[in-house]
Nanobody, 123 residues
Framework: QVQLVESGGGLVQAGESLRLSCTASGRTSSSYTMGWFRQATGKEREFVAAITWTSGTTNYADTVKGRFTISRDNTKKMVYLQMNSLKPEDTAVYYC????????????????WGQGTQVTVSS
């Protein structure tokens, strides 16, 4: 089992920045890729970004490319999502997730999920 805990959400104004953190614990050796997803009210959960623990290779959704940056700290077993130039449409609950697969983006490809952290962007 892998346990994931997100933090860093909050209320910001459009154009501002926010950094989310995710702490992984437990059997992290079974984790190959870490991903961030988000789910807005009334919408399906969607892929935001992913990164591999080993090489640090990244993948982004087109909607956040150029504004969001995913990174990881292997020593601390933490993953971050730096979100810049936030827009009201970025408002959602953001989830951290772990996968045994390589840089996947589908929600069904992830094995473990955190509880989520709310990000609200006001206009």
């Amino acid at each position: 089992q892998v346990q994931l805990v997100e933090s860093g959400g909050g209320l910001v104004q459009a154009g501002e920045s926010l950094r989310l953190s995710c702490t992984a614990s437990g059997r992290t050796s079974s984790s190959y890729t870490m991903g961030w997803f988000r789910q807005a009210t009334g919408k399906e959960r969607e892929f935001v970004a992913a990164i591999t623990w080993t090489s640090g290779t990244t993948n982004y959704a087109d909607t956040v490319k150029g504004r969001f940056t995913i990174s990881r700290d292997n020593t601390k077993k933490m993953v971050y999502l730096q979100m810049n130039s936030l827009k009201p449409e970025d408002t959602a609950v953001y989830y951290c997730a772990s996968s045994r697969l390589l840089l996947v983006s589908g929600t069904g490809r992830y094995d473990y999920w955190g509880q989520g952290t709310q990000v609200t962007v006001s206009s």
